[in-house]
């Protein structure tokens, strides 16, 4: 019939340019450069447990090699379900919002590498103990930065804002593997844990500023 259009010429949708998905969702997007600065941030307490743990546990809390490969065992692995409670709890009780379970999970990080700085020497179980602590706190915010990236940019860029989150935290891991050596020569272990305490509180503000911010498309489908 006159006026109609066939399946098969169907007007093409066009495709905005990079440049224009950049500027708009990325370049003047304040949420992601947040969560940008706060992955940089846990990255520096991520790496540096990882990288220097066993280090730390045998010259400052005199664990033997194989005692500080066995309270460090656990750190990667509860991370794998510090990630999953934190997309749960984020998707079933904040209904969307990654910044409450960020923020929530900072916290408590904050919590338990004061209790790894503070607990005494030779303790292996609390030691054991409080990096899992460590690992579960530290990998759920990291894994939360990319979904709130993928949230805050919506599909034209999402993957660009989650390769920036990555960019941030790859800086903030080398920063860490550099830094961390240099801290310890010049004030010790608690110098560089006072270094990492602080890291987790600037990066727990930032991540307060997200805290009412969701997916936009969760928004429009719960708008009646």
């Not at 093409?12 to 990325?26: D, M, Q, S, Y």
């Not at 919002?97 to 179980?125: C, D, E, T, W, Y």
Request: charged share 10%.
């Amino acid at each position: 019939f006159k006026g109609e259009v066939h399946p098969d010429h169907e007007a093409p949708t066009t495709t905005p340019p990079f440049k224009e998905v950049f500027k708009e969702h990325i370049l003047t997007n304040k949420m992601i450069w947040l969560v940008c600065v706060g992955n940089f941030f846990v990255y520096i307490v991520r790496i540096s447990v990882l990288d220097w743990g066993p280090s730390f546990l045998q010259e400052a809390k005199g664990l033997s090699p194989q005692g500080s490969a066995i309270a460090t065992s656990g750190f990667e692995l509860a991370g794998l379900f510090g990630a999953f409670a934190a997309g749960y709890f984020s998707d079933r009780l904040f209904k969307g919002r990654r910044g409450p379970v960020m923020v929530i999970f900072k916290l408590l990080l904050i919590a338990a590498i004061v209790g790894l700085l503070v607990v005494p020497s030779g303790q292996q179980g609390a030691i054991s103990a409080i990096l899992i602590a460590v690992g579960f706190f530290v990998y759920g915010p990291q894994m939360l930065v990319a979904v709130a990236a993928t949230d805050f940019a919506t599909k034209e860029a999402a993957a660009t804002a989650v390769g920036l989150t990555g960019l941030f935290g790859y800086i903030g891991a080398t920063v860490s593997g550099v830094g961390t050596g240099i801290i310890v020569d010049r004030f010790g272990w608690d110098g560089a844990f006072w270094v990492f305490i602080g890291a987790s509180v600037i990066g727990t503000i930032v991540f307060v500023f997200t805290w009412n911010q969701r997916s936009p498309i969760l928004d429009h489908l719960n708008t009646p």
